[in-house]
């Protein structure tokens, strides 16, 4: 066989390849997708359950959206499909099939969408972000902060009152440790397992649950600084 029909061949077959792999992907995330999700603004304070589910419609896929959604979310008024669009857009869609919002995964469970004018959307695996909304109400109240033998040196409390994208407001008590007055947290968040006090001046301390249920400062030190719940 000729180098040039060899090599046509090759292509021919690498094409085929990368079809199926495209499709491959796009029957995946559709599988992925299908299930109940939550849908809310970047912080949480207004939230709604989607549930995708795989049936055909004209357009798309079938969808239902919880009663509250058009109160808490109003563009969810305009939804009334589902598809993926390209290799790895989830599509919330209209009758017409245009869409409403367009999301994109940003990490496992988690898809983010952009609408003008209005901001940053979450659309996150409804069980993941109950046990995230879960463990917010844990942490919220009065702690204190103390050294590896225990010796108080600050008291904090953490509060849900929102402090921009994803952050809450934190407020010290008097009498903290110098160290702990010039760190000054004003917010804080919990990210993939940890929790993050972040000061004005941009500074984070970063704390991590242990086996006693104390949170300490990551990473450790000979003498480290723990976060007990009051």
């Known amino acids: 066989m000729p180098r040039h029909a060899i090599a046509l061949a ?23 997708m299908v299930g109940q999700w939550e849908l809310s603004t970047t912080e949480r304070s207004k939230t709604c359950v989607v549930t995708l589910k795989s049936d055909a419609s004209p357009l798309g896929m079938k969808l239902e959206l ?10 969810t008024k305009e939804i009334t499909a589902w598809s993926i669009a390209g290799l790895d857009i989830v599509r919330l869609q209209d009758a017409t099939g245009q869409p409403v919002i367009d999301f ?13 004018g209005e901001g940053i959307y979450i659309l996150q ?11 917010m109400d844990q942490m919220i109240g009065d702690w204190a902060m103390v050294h590896g033998n225990g010796q108080p040196i600050c008291g904090l409390t953490l509060t849900n009152n929102e402090a921009g994208p994803d952050n809450f407001q934190v407020f010290l008590k008097p009498k ?17 397992g940890q ?12 704390f991590e649950a242990d086996d006693n249920a104390q949170w300490r400062r990551v990473p450790d030190s000979a003498d480290p600084l723990i976060m007990l719940r009051q």
């Open 104 to 116: 994109t995964e940003v990490e496992s469970g988690i898809l983010e969408g952009l609408r003008q």
């Open 176 to 192: 903290c440790d110098p160290a702990i007055a010039a760190f000054a947290p004003t917010q804080w968040r919990l990210d993939h």
């Open 66 to 75: 919880e009663p509250g959604c058009a109160a808490a979310l109003p563009f």
């Open 10 to 32: 090759a292509l021919a077959a690498l094409i085929a390849c990368s079809g199926r792999a495209q499709a491959q992907d796009v029957s995946t995330l559709k599988k992925d």
């Open 195 to 206: 929790m993050l006090l972040m000061s004005q001046s941009g500074e984070t301390w970063q």
């Open 125 to 135: 695996n409804l069980a993941a972000a109950r046990s995230l909304a879960k463990s």
